[in-house]
């Protein structure tokens, strides 16, 4: 458990996770069909039994779609103006090279 991989808490990486934890990231990930176990997981993990009871209670939720349909009726009740996105050379101007501005495009689909 470290916090010094850049996340601003405490977590359980999904590279130094063995057993159980491994077992539920791959579970988590293969529920949710994305490619990485994102930060609330991952800080879940640094308490004992702590993901594996908030995953095997949220679990359900999950894998019927309720979870999606909560969100999306919640996303379509707000009023967010459109924002326009920033180009690769804006991530560039940033600082950003091709490898952060691919990770931060796996993030943000997932």
Do not use: K
């Not at 990486?13 to 791959?26: D, H, N, V």
């Not at 990930?29 to 490619?35: E, H, Q």
């Not at 994102?38 to 359900?60: K, M």
């Amino acid at each position: 458990m470290h916090s010094s991989s850049g996340d601003p808490v405490a977590t359980v990486s999904e590279a130094e996770a063995s057993g159980e934890i491994a077992a539920l990231y791959r579970d988590i990930r293969a529920t949710l069909g994305v490619p990485v176990v994102n930060l609330i997981w991952r800080h879940l993990a640094v308490f004992p039994g702590g993901l594996d009871w908030a995953w095997q209670s949220l679990r359900p939720l999950y894998a019927r779609g309720s979870v999606d349909a909560e969100a999306r009726a919640l996303r379509e009740g707000l009023n967010i103006p459109f924002l326009s996105g920033l180009s690769s050379a804006g991530f560039r101007a940033l600082g950003l090279g091709d490898g952060d501005i691919a990770q931060i495009m796996t993030i943000l689909r997932s």
